[in-house]
């Protein structure tokens, strides 16, 4: 299958594994694409869990956070935040 997107995920299985969609790289717009998602154990419909993951790749795109290096333990916070949302949201979907 094609990969509409370029996000690194084919067609077929953002219709039948991921439920994303195959035309929108970032289904969730949380910042980090689908195939990263994936990759990574996050979930690409969900965008809370992108900060961390933005953050931790050095790239910090719309982190707001200082430039020095005492932003770590903010990570860590923010970090457990989105894991606590996530599986509160799939313990509701259950």
């Given at each position: 299958d094609a990969d509409s997107d370029d996000d690194g995920l084919n067609d077929g299985d953002e219709v039948n594994?991921?439920?994303t969609d195959p035309n929108d790289a970032d289904s969730d717009?949380?910042?980090v694409n689908?195939?990263?998602e994936i990759a990574n154990g996050t979930d690409p419909n969900f965008y809370d869990d992108d900060l961390a993951q933005l953050y931790f790749a050095g790239g910090r795109r719309g982190c707001a956070t200082t430039s020095g290096g005492g932003d770590a333990p903010l990570a860590i916070v923010?970090?457990?935040l989105g894991l606590a949302m996530l599986r509160r949201r799939r313990s509701r979907a259950a």
């Open positions: 594994i991921h439920d717009d949380g910042g689908d195939g990263d923010l970090s457990l």
